[in-house]
């Protein structure tokens, strides 16, 4: 599958840029290489995305890693335009010519006009979710029952806050994202710029916690390595602060 290949990749390519940047591991750049170029000839929207934000995420975290405090509101606007630019001509390469016209086609979803039967067929999905929902808002239809509902050349609606909500409706919802919460409060109360595992656990679960909404994790086994690794860093966190 191109989209788990590319995602894999990008966030292999994400790990090693933090070793490479953060760690002074440098050898770590010639060995992401290959996986960046695996990002960019599946054709992923969603690795494209991983990618993209996990290099804007690492290089704006370095400047706050000498404290918040220091770090002048000029600095920031310098670093955001200086990080954008530098991802605008990466992603303008030939190299990844087939990836920006998969997303130049997607923006047009905004414009009512054609989006590719990709983004329309995920859209479909998710307005299917919906409509399920509202018929069984409480406990839903039971897991993995959404399927029952989609057209036969799909087996789940692409998007996993929209399917919970189909399947097991507010109350499973609530109960299936309490730790992403939790994760998320911690991140933000005992949150420390100046450890190196912090942020690329804050890049990780940034990039983590919005693309739920692009694929259906909760029955994929990296989902729960990596609520085990943010949960285990944000244990460390309060530890740390309270201790």
């Given at each position: ?73 000029s600095k920031v606007i310098i670093s955001v ?148 690794l943010f949960y285990y860093e944000s244990v ?8």
């Amino acid at each position: 599958n191109a989209n788990t290949l590319g995602m894999g990749a990008a966030y292999s390519s994400i790990i090693g840029l933090y070793y490479a940047y953060y760690e002074k591991k440098i050898l770590n750049i010639f060995i992401i290489l290959p996986t960046v170029a695996m990002v960019a000839l599946s054709g992923s929207k969603k690795a494209g995305i991983i990618l993209g934000v996990g290099i804007f995420f690492l290089i704006f975290l370095k400047n706050l890693s000498r404290g918040i405090s220091k770090v002048s509101f000029s600095k920031v606007i310098i670093s955001v335009f200086a990080i954008s630019a530098i991802l605008f001509m990466m992603f303008n390469m030939p190299f990844f010519e087939t990836l920006t016209d998969r997303f130049t086609l997607m923006m047009n979803i905004f414009s009512n006009e054609y989006a590719g039967s990709s983004t329309e067929d995920r859209y479909a999905m998710m307005l299917l979710g919906l409509d399920i929902f509202e018929e069984y808002p409480l406990l839903g239809v039971g897991i993995d029952n959404a399927l029952l509902y989609n057209p036969p050349r799909y087996d789940y609606l692409h998007s996993n806050p929209f399917e919970l909500l189909a399947d097991i409706g507010i109350v499973g919802v609530c109960v299936y994202y309490w730790i992403y919460i939790l994760i998320a409060y911690r991140f933000v109360k005992y949150g420390d710029f100046s450890s190196n595992e912090y942020i690329i656990s804050l890049t990780l679960f940034c990039i983590f916690l919005p693309m739920n909404v692009a694929y259906v994790t909760y029955s994929e086994m990296t989902t729960y390595l990596f609520l085990a690794l943010f949960y285990y860093e944000s244990v460390l966190l309060k530890g740390n602060k309270e201790g």
